[in-house]
Each structure stands twice: as C-alpha cells, then as structure tokens.
C-alpha cells in the first residue's frame, strides 16, 4: 500500500463524537473508496462494529444479526444508479428479505418463543436453540405480528415485505432476471422496505428491548437511517428528472408493479414502458402484472364480483383493459383502464349476468348477448 493509500481524507472529526480520539474512529477501507455515513457532514463510517473488526468473535444475536443484513444492503446499493453492480443488486435483495425476515421474527420472538414455529403447539425450546426449527412463513409472521403481537403494519407494507420475500425466493433458486434485475426499481424497492422496517424498528421491536441491547443498535441504526436517505434521495431525484416527460401523460400513466413509481406509461406500439426503472412489457403482459401486484387480482381467477384481472376491451379487442385501476391524474378514482388504447374508456359497465364489460346504454344493466339470449329463453 502506498504512502498516499494511508492518508486520510481530510475531514472535520470533531463533529462525529467529541469523546472519540483518531485512533479510535480510524476509518474502515473497502474497495472504491472511504465508506462513509452521514455524507453531508463528511462524516467517516464509525468503525466501532465490532463484528468488522479483524479477529472478532462470530456472534449475531437475532437483532444485530438483522441490522447487520440492512447495513449491508444500504452499501451496496449507495453508490447509486450508475455504479450499482449485478452483484450489487443480488445481494442487496437477498440481505432486504433476510434482514427483515429476521427483524420481523425478532419482534414475533420477543412476544413468545413458540409464535416463530410453523406450528406453535409443536414448538421445542431446543430446536429453537439449534436453529433446526420449521419456522413461520413470511405471509405467517406478518398476520401473526399483527393479530397477536398488536404490531401496526398496513396492507401497502405488508404487499411490499411479501414482494420482497418472493424475489428473494426466485433469485436463491433461479437467479435475478428480467424486470427484477433492474438497478432502480430494486433501490427503489429497498428505500419502501427500509423506510418500514426502521418505523418497525423505532415503534414496535427497539422499544421493547432492554436498555442495554437498545443503546448497542445505535451506530448500525445512524448508517441504515443515512443510507436510505440516499436512496431515496436517488429515488426522489430521478422522479423529478422525468417529471416533465410524465406531466401531459398523467391520464394514462399507473403505478409501475415493479418499482411501484406512478410511471408506468401505456403506449400505442402495443407496449408498457415505465419511465422510472425502465421495465417494458407487451400491453398484455403489463397489463396483467399491474392487475395482479398492484391491485392483488388472481391471474386466473375471477374476484367476488367476477371480476378477472384482465378483461378484453369492447373497444380494441386486447385482453388488456383492467377494471379497478387507477392513473396518476386521478389516483383515488378506479377507472376502466385500457393498456391496449392507452387510456381510460368511459361508459362502461359490468354486465350482471356474465360480468363481461360492456358499453352500457340507456341504463341497460347486462350486455346485449345476455339480453338475446334471455329473450330466446323467454
């Protein structure tokens, strides 16, 4: 190493911790540069982890174990958009869904042991121990969380963590691909699961732990809290960037499935493009994931109401208008939506009968089909 590698950059120390001599908050070098926190200040990364100190001991109690995944997931995805690596975005998603496996599991722990087994009433303290234990799903330790621990977690937080936790499952078992393997909308996806989990880990689980255990989650919580700053300042930044091309596209512009930015744009070369992370789909195949990640349809099967995630549009002929959707000039206002036309078709209806939409007329309340046939029966 050169004698120019050991200098320090030169920064402001007295800010970071006046009790704290140069010795003792040496910074930690990595490939690429100074890691830092708190990069406004021109604050050096706090070194006092000392699980990244050489020789220490291979000790990761639940809650650091899962802090540790979450500072992991903040340096690999701080260097932004244009230096994200594939291996960047691999292990960003697998130390997201592990971090908050662990931290959710840490919450469901502390209200009983047992509540993180698949089957509570089957639970031994030994396998739980040893780590042999058949634990709870993820869709499990959520509804567990809130309906016997009284944890607030909303259904926009809840689809988020889930989402998570398949992309998770998809990479270990078949790698990071298509739309997934996307720079922006996996930082965008992170900066959402982070953002909950550090308000799940301030109200719900860093409250509940003893005082001691809580004051040693202070330094990993600065770094998670400075780096999702930067990632959604990143986030924020970019949506400003195309603010202006998305502006006369607001009435047909929905919320992309992948990185869930109000970006999603239908257009009229039989494509979907979001304009935030760059995922471009046939209007069909939009169409169909926006209907099923972000409205929560079943690709295969009719809802209550009979409705199926996508319909075909009376209009076009594609089997890509969805019912229920709704855009970015009125998000509180569920539209017929046509991923083919590339706007919302007014003047329909569900026809009570088949379910089928259908240009209703004169308050006509089923299809002509239905009528025809009704009146052949009669």
């Known amino acids: 190493m050169s004698a120019a590698d050991d200098e320090l950059p030169d920064l402001d ?5 006046q009790a704290r001599t140069h010795e003792e908050a040496a910074p930690v070098r990595q490939p690429g540069g100074w890691r830092r926190t708190n990069i406004a200040d021109g604050e050096l990364y706090d070194p006092r982890r000392e699980v990244e100190h050489p020789g220490s001991e291979v ?10 995944y979450l500072v992991s997931v903040v340096e690999h995805l701080e260097s932004g958009d244009d230096r994200a690596s594939a291996r960047d975005l691999k292990y960003a998603v697998l130390h997201l869904a592990a971090g908050a496996e662990v931290l959710l599991k840490a919450r469901l722990q502390l209200e009983h042991w ?4 698949k089957d509570p009433g089957q639970a031994k303290r030994s396998e739980l121990e040893d780590g042999t234990l058949k634990s709870c799903s993820p869709e499990e330790t959520v509804q567990r969380l809130k309906d016997i621990a009284g944890a607030a977690i909303g ?3 809840t689809s988020a963590v889930l989402k998570l936790a398949k992309h998770r499952n998809a990479l270990q078992h078949y790698g990071l691909i298509g739309p997934a393997a996307n720079a922006r909308a996996v930082e965008s996806q992170a900066a959402e699961v982070l953002d909950f989990l550090i308000r799940f880990l301030d109200e719900e689980l860093l409250p509940a732990l003893p005082w001691p255990e809580m004051k040693s989650t202070e330094t990993d919580m600065e770094h998670i809290r400075g780096g999702l700053s930067r990632i959604q300042g990143f986030v924020k930044k970019r949506m400003q960037r195309i603010r202006a091309d998305l502006e006369p596209l607001r009435d047909r512009t929905v919320q992309c499935p992948d990185c869930d930015q109000w970006a999603l744009v239908p257009e009229l070369d039989h494509r ?5 992370c760059g995922t471009s789909q046939p209007t069909h195949d939009g169409a169909t994931m926006y209907a099923v990640f972000v409205l929560g349809r079943d690709p295969t099967s009719p809802d209550l109401f009979g409705i199926m995630a996508v319909e075909e549009c009376p209009d076009c002929g594609d089997e890509s208008l969805v019912v229920g959707a709704r855009t970015a000039a009125a998000p509180d206002e569920p539209v017929f939506f046509c991923f083919g036309c590339a706007q919302v078709v007014p003047g329909l209806a569900h026809c009570n009968r088949c379910y089928v939409p259908f240009r209703s007329q004169a308050g006509k309340t089923a299809c002509s089909d239905c009528l025809r046939n009704a009146a052949v029966s009669d």
């Open 59 to 68: 000790f990761f109690p639940p809650v650091p174990n899962g802090l540790d």
């Open 272 to 276: 979907v493009i979001c304009r935030f």
């Open 13 to 17: 120390w007295e800010p970071f911790d």
């Open 114 to 117: 047992t509540l993180v087994f």
């Open 155 to 157: 259904d926009k937080e």
